[in-house]
């Protein structure tokens, strides 16, 4: 378990904990993707079977407060370029606004820090999310309609930590 807090925050400090997500955890996992599920920014919550693939296929972690409540996951894979896409983000809705989400994000590019590339997907109305990517380098690659086949667009963004590397999105 990983322990880190968010010492530029205004707000009254907070320590996080991040545990991985086991695959006995998958309830667990589809509960909280229940509880905060906003469909159009985020796509549909995950069910058992997609939990279960998601713990499998991610280094996943759920984020914990210091009284052990899963407050947030947190989530990525390493491609076979050795690039890496940050595939979940996702705090609990009486937490945000209060740093976990950078918290995790700086969590997620230190596990990726030897990508030479990492990518992520978000909802182009999800503007306090574009905004923290934008603000950890990540800039805005691609805009693509029906993304995960829900109706609705995404943005692919990216930050290049080596720029030998180039976008799996490029022709």
């Known amino acids: ?3 880190l807090s968010d010492k530029n925050s205004m707000q009254k400090r907070i320590d996080v904990s991040f545990e991985i997500a086991r695959e006995n955890q ?3 996992l589809v509960a909280f993707e229940n509880r905060i599920a906003e469909p159009k920014l985020y796509g ?13 296929n991610n280094h996943y972690y759920f ?22 896409y940050i595939s979940n983000v996702a705090v609990a809705t009486s937490y945000r606004g209060r740093g976990i989400a950078r ?3 700086e969590f997620l590019l230190k596990q990726c820090s030897d990508a030479g590339r ?29 993304y995960f086949g829900d109706g609705e667009p995404r943005f692919i963004m990216a930050k290049k930590l080596n720029e030998k590397r180039s976008s799996p999105y490029e022709s």
């Open 1 to 3: 378990m990983t322990k």
């Open 26 to 28: 998958a309830a667990l």
């Open 44 to 56: 549909k919550p995950l069910d058992f079977k997609g939990a279960i693939h998601e713990i499998r």
């Open 63 to 84: 984020i914990k407060n210091k009284k052990n409540e899963l407050i947030g996951t947190a989530a990525y894979r390493i491609r076979e370029d050795k690039s890496c």
């Open 103 to 105: 918290i995790a994000m």
């Open 118 to 146: 990492i990518d992520l997907v978000t909802h182009p109305e999800n503007c306090h999310a574009i905004s923290l990517y934008e603000s950890l380098g990540f800039v805005t690659e691609l805009y693509a309609e029906n």
